[in-house]
């Protein structure tokens, strides 16, 4: 079900809003709001009605609101000086004005979303679900490709349509799909999960991660973490040691900056803390190449605007500080003689973000860890990079063994 307007077409079983053929990405209570004036377009519906709505009833800020009905706004081509499709009525509330009609299935939706064009490079969909967590935060996931399973712990800063898309991601998941039943998610105040939580915190994080292994039934499965995605695997592979057949460790650590015992590391986590709440949010992506040149410092033009893009959509400002300041305070030192199953440990020799120390510190921990160190000075691995190959190589013999 859903509904066609003004060249945009919002899926709300896929959870999807297209303009044409242009994926437009929302957070998920500006998604909510959306769909909620556009099922109550008949009427001006108030703020009261937009909070019991959208909201449940909770308490929620002016100034919240008012962010959220400008991203809606902005998502579907309109402001609050034109008004084409969303009306503010004085002193009595909102209403979608524009013309919509309503689509009953997924099929119908996709054929009015743009012509057809060129086939794409792989045949491979994803697919996004939802599960709940056990503290109710809906947590989006995607499923995609055949073959054994493959997890992806979620790290910081993805978002499942986008990256699918994206030259910073692309290529690993297709690579790893080819082969692989390959489910991966947004973490809690992520991407497509939810954003407006109380609690966003490491155990918490480990909590999404079985949820959504409950979620697709799977038994047994091969688990691979990148960057605190691997800390989150480490957690769950102790606790859950006969459902995961291999572990894959890339660029990870056993304690984040905050916990390494140096005053560097600390006043490098404040620093960064401080930008973010500064220009995060921006539309200027100056504060935001910071982090881009940290992450990815060898990357192209189109990697990096991909990149600095992904920021924004990804996690709101205040979400950014939070899951920050998480990260940077895990240590699962204790847990890593803990792991029994077979892992591999990968780690560029020249990473920005994650020092190749913490990397070894890593393989040194777990009994019979392999270490393969990757050539190359990006966090995230780039097609094309000195290491990328052998990467490929290294998952694939492990994970088929």
């Known amino acids: 079900m859903g509904f066609v307007f003004s060249g945009h077409v919002l899926d709300i079983e896929r959870r999807e809003l297209r303009r044409g053929d242009t994926f437009i990405a929302l957070e998920p209570q500006v998604f909510d709001l959306l769909v909620y004036l556009l099922k109550n377009r008949d009427r001006v519906v108030s703020k009261d009605d937009l909070i019991e709505g959208v909201w449940g009833g909770r308490i929620v800020s002016e100034s919240t609101l008012t962010s959220r009905i400008n991203a809606v706004r902005k998502a579907v081509g309109d402001s609050g000086e034109e008004q084409r499709l969303i009306r503010t009525i004085a002193r009595k509330g909102l209403r979608f004005v524009g013309d919509a009609t309503e689509q009953g299935n997924t099929a119908s939706m996709r054929g009015a979303a743009a012509p057809a064009g060129p086939a794409p490079a792989s045949a491979l969909q994803q697919e996004i679900h939802f599960c709940t967590a056990s503290d109710g935060a809906r947590i989006a996931y995607a499923e995609v490709g055949q073959g054994p399973p493959l997890v992806k712990a979620a790290n910081w800063l993805n978002h499942l349509e986008y990256d699918w898309q994206s030259p910073i991601w692309s290529h690993l998941l297709q690579e790893l799909a080819a082969e692989h039943r390959l489910v991966r998610y947004d973490a809690r105040g992520n991407g497509l999960s939810d954003w407006d939580l109380e609690d966003i915190s490491f155990e918490a994080f480990v909590r999404d991660l079985e949820s959504v292994i409950e979620a697709t039934g799977l038994e047994k499965f091969a688990l691979l973490g990148i960057s605190q995605g691997c800390a989150i695997s480490i957690a769950y592979a102790v606790r859950n040691p006969e459902r995961v057949s291999r572990l894959v460790l890339y660029g990870g650590f056993a304690r984040g900056r905050r916990r390494r015992g140096s005053a560097e590391g600390i006043a490098q986590s404040d620093a960064l803390l401080t930008l973010m709440r500064q220009g995060w949010g ?120």
């Open 282 to 401: 921006q539309e200027n992506p100056a504060f935001r190449q910071i982090f881009t040149s940290l992450f990815i410092p060898g990357a192209t033009v189109e990697q990096t605007q991909w990149f600095n893009d992904l920021q924004r959509i990804s996690a709101s400002p205040a979400n950014a500080v939070r899951l920050r300041q998480v990260i940077d305070d895990i240590d699962i030192t204790d847990l890593l003689p803990r792991v029994n199953v077979p892992t591999l440990v990968l780690h560029c020799r020249d990473d920005a973000v994650q020092p190749f120390d913490e990397g070894r510190c890593l393989a040194a921990g777990i009994r019979a860890a392999r270490f393969v160190a990757l050539e190359g000075r990006n966090h995230l691995i780039l097609e094309g990079d000195p290491g990328w190959d052998r990467f490929v190589s290294e998952v694939k013999a492990f994970v088929r063994a």
